[in-house]
């Protein structure tokens, strides 16, 4: 008899172990989003830089951010403006 209720002991810790692996396996890990930030949150950051440090204003550029890569677009007329980089 010891040996049947050590053999269903083992079956249920077994169970019990798949389980718990089962569930852990199931739970998303907040590492992987916070990798690369967004370009949402890029776009918002490049634009602010520009606005406060800089001095530009937001109509005097177009800003695009796709995949982690900003493009930025001066709307000027000036040649050495635009070489200076001053919209």
Do not use: K
Not at 11 to 18: D, E, I, M, P, T
Not at 39 to 59: K, N, Q, V
Not at 61 to 72: I, P, S
């Amino acid at each position: 008899m010891p040996l049947h209720s050590a053999t269903r002991l083992y079956g249920f810790g077994c169970l019990c172990a798949a389980a718990i692996f089962l569930v852990l396996l199931c739970v998303p890990s907040p590492a992987l989003g916070a990798d690369r930030a967004g370009d949402e949150f890029l776009s918002g950051y490049i634009a602010a830089t520009l606005e406060r440090d800089l001095g530009w204003p937001s109509d005097s550029y177009d800003l695009a951010v796709v995949g982690g890569v900003a493009t930025l677009t001066l709307f000027t007329a000036d040649p050495l403006r635009r070489e200076a980089g001053q919209p």
